[in-house]
């Protein structure tokens, strides 16, 4: 089982669906602590599985308590195409909550709700609000401007979102977005990729690993739990090293009771 989640924490960025194979793999053989939900839920929500994300989320949530997890619930059924029950999720947010981060990931999903539901008006009005009493720290201020640009440059304003991906990008200090790539598109700029070297080397890396258990087809790990199991094994020698709140008043913070627009 330990071996199934480490190998899902490490091909979570890289191989989504292979690391919800092995936390898949785990849950069924631990199914009842916490660390192998979790892994479950994280492994679904990134690798597209938004069904199973939901169910174990929401498992989670009734053993764990809290309103950590109602924006990432709310995005599930959002994916699953249903905004209203995902609204009603936003809704059970405690206003009181202190947890400024909590917030924004709120507002941001309801952003992202109102867009799909045709109010884009309304999603620009719930960001630019949130941006203009300029809460939470720097990360989440630079998620909030990235995702008003997003939705600016949809709307057909390339020179508005431009101002707010060169904005978030001077508050993005971990370099977690991709604005610079957005803000070259928008300039008709194709950026070197200087990756690609390094992803052939992985990629030869992690072909060399498969053949220890995927000689021919693929075997999904329902039927064969040895497969998995050689390839949490590979994964250790293959994958690299591991990597490595403000408070507010709830009433600073509008419409977070109700949604990375990005996903």
């Known amino acids: 089982m330990a071996a199934h989640i480490w190998a899902a924490g490490q091909l979570i960025d890289t191989d989504p669906a292979l690391a919800f194979r092995h936390a898949e793999a785990a849950r069924r053989r631990a199914a009842r602590l916490p660390i192998v939900r979790e892994a479950a839920a994280e492994t679904a929500y990134v690798a597209g599985e938004y069904a199973v994300a939901l169910r174990e989320f929401r498992a989670i949530r009734r053993m764990a308590g809290g309103d950590e997890l109602i924006p990432l619930i709310a995005d599930c059924e959002r994916a699953l195409g249903r905004h209203r029950d995902a609204l009603e999720v ?53 998620r909030l401007h990235y995702a008003l640009a997003n939705l600016l440059e949809e709307s057909g304003d390339a020179e508005g979102a431009r101002t707010w991906f060169s904005s978030a990008a001077e508050s993005d200090r971990y370099g ?60 250790g020698e293959a994958q690299a090293e591991p990597q490595e709140s403000s408070e507010i008043p709830a009433d600073n913070l509008e419409g977070t009771t109700t949604e990375e627009t990005e996903r």
């Open 176 to 235: 977690d977005l991709d604005t610079a790539e957005r803000l070259a598109a928008i300039d008709g700029i194709t950026l070197p990729d200087f990756a690609e070297d390094d992803e052939d080397d992985e990629d030869l890396d992690a072909a060399e690993a498969d053949e220890a258990v995927d000689a021919g087809e693929e075997t999904p790990v329902e039927e064969d739990e040895e497969a998995v199991m050689a390839e949490a094994e590979s994964a």
């Open 90 to 142: 936003l809704e059970e947010l405690n206003p009181k909550n202190p947890d400024v981060n909590l917030h924004i990931e709120c507002l941001l999903v309801e952003a992202g709700i109102r867009d799909d539901l045709g109010q884009r008006d309304e999603a620009l009005r719930l960001l630019k609000a949130a941006i203009s009493r300029r809460i939470g720290p720097p990360q989440a201020q630079a």
